[in-house]
């Protein structure tokens, strides 16, 4: 921990603090840290600064190592990090993405009121949960082949609907419509291959959930009605990624890019920054199978939707239509993309590292669907199991200051051990219970390191987005049901 950062960060704006590049020899770019007051004196408390300092030196960086107010420390890139490099002399970097590539959200509304479910909470938690396996190694329905496993690589979520699991719809709604095109399998290595064959349509591990939960506020009631929700309604959250195989992508190229720093004589402050030219061989094959990744997890996504729907069609023995469960919008927040973004007046192609942040592009913008062209993309930002959720869109502000992204989550402020530590006599399952919220887990050591305490208050980091203009509040769900990892 720096004992001087509030000597080091220069105030911005209420909610924009900056680390001046003068600060560090080496820096090629200011940082900016987007925090109020309360999360700044959270946010310096572990090494996420450093890291935001780091990632600063990346060869070809534009504008700023940007940080979101979920930020917390991780492998490289803080968590809750973003940053933009040229493609003409930038860097790609495996850190900027994560392990767990297009770690991601998808929100599933429905025709379903608070009475509806009130009396079938403990079915619904009991049957989704024995339908989508989840924990450490946990192993789906489908079993998939080598050439079978590299058609999903491909297709992403589009194979999943063609497949039967999801309608034609689901892909609409899915950020790159759940396919990323340059994805290349033919340089996947068999073992992520063979991990991710048994793995589609899982949960997995950490802090993946899924989540019944009912809107109990709404801000902006027009941008709601766009997105088919209501105060009262039931929707779905879906917290998961590409599982062993986007680990095991992460892992592969990790190596690659040690020694692609030697050859290409990059000078990195940390070797977790282990990064290649983006047109470098070593570069371009990195971002082919880490669009791999991004599209296994969509299709990983879209599988679960599929469960789901049956497992409420099951409990409440009506149609499909009847239930409504129709997606709002999925989006990736650990990924790298390629977007055109406007800088000094200049428009360029950036290669946009999104490392715990969520794309937040405005009205009007050429990648949405026809449905959110007026009111921008859909932000969904899941909280801790115990206080909620947020829908957000978003706006013209964040294409002009952070290269179209926002927050992700509430970012943690105590460590899986720490988190287990302090609750050693709590029975974090009963306590949730008594506040009407239905939880279940493969173990008590899960929702130990996952109970209320070990995050950030969601709403305090969405209200930081929604007050700096990046993304604007819509709609907050609290939690009903809960399927931890």
């Given at each position: 921990m720096k004992e001087n950062w509030e000597e080091i960060l220069k105030q911005k704006d209420t909610y924009v603090w900056d680390i001046p590049k003068e600060y560090q020899v080496g820096m090629l770019v200011d940082g900016r840290?987007?925090?109020s007051e309360s999360l700044l004196k959270q946010i310096v408390t572990d090494k996420s600064l450093d890291q935001v300092v780091n990632v600063a030196f990346l060869p070809g960086i534009v504008g700023y190592s940007l940080a979101m107010p979920d930020i917390h420390w991780g492998y490289g890139f803080p968590i809750g990090g973003v940053a933009a490099t040229r493609l003409e002399d930038g860097v790609i970097s495996p850190g900027g993405v994560g392990f767990d590539i297009n770690c991601g959200v998808r929100l599933i509304r429905s025709n379903l009121q608070l009475k509806d479910v009130k009396d079938k909470m403990n079915q619904l938690v009991e049957r989704l949960y024995n339908k989508i396996p989840s924990g450490v190694g946990s192993r789906g329905i489908i079993k998939l082949n080598i050439n079978e496993a590299k058609t999903v690589l491909v297709e992403g979520s589009q194979w999943a609907v063609a497949n039967g699991y999801g309608v034609e719809e689901d892909i609409v709604y899915t950020?790159?419509?759940?396919?990323?095109?340059?994805?290349?399998?033919?340089?996947?290595?068999?073992?992520?291959?063979?991990?991710?064959?048994?793995?589609?349509?899982?949960?997995?591990?950490?802090?993946h959930f899924l989540e019944i939960q009912v809107i109990d506020r709404i801000y902006q009631a027009e941008k709601a009605k766009e997105m088919g929700l209501e105060e009262g309604m039931i929707t779905i959250l879906v917290h998961t990624g590409s599982r062993g195989f986007g680990h095991q992508v992460c892992t592969d190229h990790l190596s690659i890019m040690q020694k692609a720093v030697q050859r290409y004589r990059i000078t990195l402050p940390d070797r977790q920054l282990a990064c290649a030219p983006i047109n470098s061989p070593e570069g371009r094959d990195y971002y082919q199978a880490m669009c791999c990744a991004a599209n296994f997890a969509w299709a990983n996504r879209q599988c679960i939707t599929h469960w789901l729907r049956e497992v409420f069609g099951q409990v409440f023995q009506i149609s499909q239509k009847e239930l409504g469960l129709n997606l709002v919008y999925d989006v990736a927040h650990n990924i790298a993309k390629m977007e055109v973004h406007e800088f000094k007046g200049k428009k360029m192609k950036l290669c946009v590292h999104r490392k715990g942040a969520t794309r937040a592009f405005p009205p009007q913008h050429p990648d949405l669907p026809p449905k959110y062209k007026e009111i921008g993309q859909p932000v969904l930002i899941p909280?801790?199991?115990?206080?909620?959720?947020?829908?957000?869109?978003?706006n013209e502000k964040a294409m002009q200051e952070t290269f179209?992204?926002?927050c992700h989550g509430a970012g943690r402020v105590?460590?899986?051990?720490?988190?287990?530590?302090?609750?050693?006599?709590?029975?974090?399952?009963?306590?949730?219970?008594?506040?009407n919220i239905i939880v279940k887990a493969r173990s008590r050591e899960t929702l130990a390191e996952e109970m209320s305490e070990a995050y950030k208050d969601v709403s305090e980091v969405v209200n930081v987005m929604d007050q700096s203009g990046i993304s604007s509040k819509v709609a907050r769900l609290r939690p009903l049901g809960v399927i931890k990892g």
């Open positions: 840290v987007y925090a950020e790159e419509n759940g396919k990323m095109v340059q994805a290349n399998p033919d340089i996947i290595s068999n073992r992520a291959i063979m991990r991710g064959s048994t793995q589609l349509g899982t949960l997995g591990s950490g802090n909280g801790d199991m115990g206080r909620g959720s947020f829908v957000l869109t978003g179209g992204s926002t105590l460590s899986r051990g720490a988190a287990k530590r302090a609750v050693r006599n709590r029975n974090i399952a009963e306590e949730l219970r008594e506040r």
